[in-house]
């Protein structure tokens, strides 16, 4: 892929570059992928001009995502989210560590950690809401399921294995 020279005492370093038949498939496919978009919007702009159903058509009960089970299922998650925040912070102002190694770089300052704790939540909701525009709902369902369990268990863990300076 790369043309690249041996080098030998004499010789200068050579800097590797992309042989001319690589970078021209690379033209060619990104030129295909404009193309098949720009054809892909046109035969999308041709049935835009269509007459848009009547309200009285679509059933706007069964497609709305606020549904009280989706608000039970975002407010768990907030909880579980907040529960799981409040025992890592005490654990670590108190001296203990952060054993999620994904978690780690987000627990040094209290507004970073509510700040990416905050963001994770957005994320499953807009995870969420984007799945249930799919009629996905079991699996809109499930991302919203899965992260308020997941922080509950660190919630639990934190409990359990708190610093022993902390306990109230």
């Not at 892929?1 to 498939?25: N, W, Y």
């Not at 054993?99 to 957005?122: C, D, E, K, Q, W």
């Not at 899965?146 to 863990?157: H, K, S």
Request: glycine content about 8%; hydrophobic content about 45%.
């Amino acid at each position: 892929m790369f043309d690249c020279f041996p080098i030998s005492q004499g010789e200068a370093l050579s800097v590797a570059r992309p042989s001319m038949p690589t970078v021209g498939k690379i033209v060619v496919l990104l030129l295909s992928i404009c193309v098949g978009n720009r054809v892909m919007s046109a035969q999308e702009s041709r049935f835009a001009s269509a007459a848009p159903p009547k309200a009285a058509d679509v059933n706007f009960a069964a497609s709305r995502f606020w549904k009280p089970s989706t608000v039970a299922l975002v407010a768990l998650d907030a909880a579980a989210k907040t529960a799981d925040s409040y025992a890592t912070r005490r654990n670590i102002d108190g001296g203990g560590a952060e054993y999620n190694p994904m978690a780690r770089p987000f627990v040094h300052t209290t507004s970073i950690h509510v700040v990416s704790m905050s963001a994770l939540l957005g994320s499953e909701i807009s995870v969420a809401y984007w799945l249930h525009h799919r009629h996905r709902e079991n699996r809109s369902r499930a991302i919203l399921l899965g992260g308020a369990v997941m922080n509950g268990l660190g919630a639990a863990c934190s409990f359990k294995y708190r610093v022993a300076g902390l306990v109230a």
